[in-house]
């Protein structure tokens, strides 16, 4: 019995030791998980900080670059005929390229170009430089030349007009009936007009008068008269005149001009005129 209750009593002694054991294990074991935890925990890598904000970029002071500016480009006169020229004036700045259109090109920032079109043009500038491209239009209208003047139609003179105006009177000399030298024109004249009237009337007859002064007896006036319309008539076939279309007559000193006793009134009445025939 004694021995009983002695294993009883020893296997409790036994068994508290054992848990004594186990217990101080227990204890070792979180110790060391406490210690491993903290050299853990000392051990970690640590996090750089974040790298320092870019400094802000610092402000640009450089001027922007500005667009091309023209200042004028016009097209003097703006207004011409065809065949008449126009000149073309413009000034640009800022720009690195200058063209104009039709068939005119590149061209300097100031200048001058004469023009010669021939229909209304509208003429194109292109400006192109860092800033971008500015234009601008000229235009020359080129207006049709005025239509001539309508032809002026003369009227044609009469027969009578002809025999009034453009026929003049052959004068002689004292108690002569030859044609004096200086009769000679008029009486190429008188020839010319007296064809343009036979031509506008074939059948037209003229009639040379012949004249005298008042001085010596009718019957020799007369006949003097009749030489003088004889020989003037001559001398217009001589000339061209057709004959036939001649006619002869004389009035001696009953048709003068004047009536004055003086020479130049003589010399005015001694005369071959010329009329329509009867």
């Not at 200058?98 to 001058?112: L, M």
């Not at 430089?129 to 020359?140: E, F, L, Q, R």
């Not at 036939?244 to 001694?270: A, H, V």
Request: aromatic share 6%; charged share 20%; with cysteine.
């Amino acid at each position: 019995m004694r021995k009983s209750s002695f294993k009883i009593l020893e296997f409790k002694t036994l068994e508290g030791l054992i848990e004594t054991m186990m217990t101080k294990q227990k204890a070792t074991l979180a110790l060391v998980a406490v210690l491993v935890l903290g050299m853990s925990a000392g051990c970690k890598k640590k996090i750089p900080p974040p790298p320092p904000a870019a400094p802000a970029p610092l402000p640009d002071n450089s001027a922007p670059a500005v667009r091309p500016t023209i200042a004028y480009f016009s097209a003097e006169p703006s207004t011409v005929t065809v065949g008449q020229p126009s000149s073309l004036r413009w000034s640009v700045t800022d720009a690195t390229s200058i063209s104009i259109d039709n068939a005119i090109g590149e061209v300097s920032p100031n200048g001058r170009r004469g023009v010669y079109p021939t229909a209304t043009t509208t003429y194109h500038l292109v400006a192109t430089g860092p800033g971008g491209t500015t234009a601008a239009d000229a235009t020359v209208t080129v207006s049709s030349p005025p239509p001539p003047p309508p032809a002026q139609v003369t009227a044609q003179p009469t027969i009578q007009e002809i025999l009034a105006k453009q026929v003049q009177d052959i004068h002689f000399d004292y108690d002569k009936s030859e044609v004096r030298g200086e009769d000679q024109a008029i009486l190429q004249g008188d020839a010319s007009a007296l064809k343009t009237v036979f031509q506008m009337d074939p059948n037209f007859v003229v009639t040379i008068e012949g004249h005298c002064d008042e001085r010596g007896s009718a019957e020799y006036n007369l006949a003097l008269g009749d030489r003088r319309a004889a020989t003037t008539k001559d001398a217009l076939i001589s000339l061209g005149v057709p004959g036939d279309k001649l006619k002869t007559i004389s009035f001696g000193k009953e048709r003068p001009l004047c009536t004055e006793p003086t020479e130049d009134c003589y010399s005015r009445n001694r005369r071959a005129h010329f009329s329509a025939a009867q």
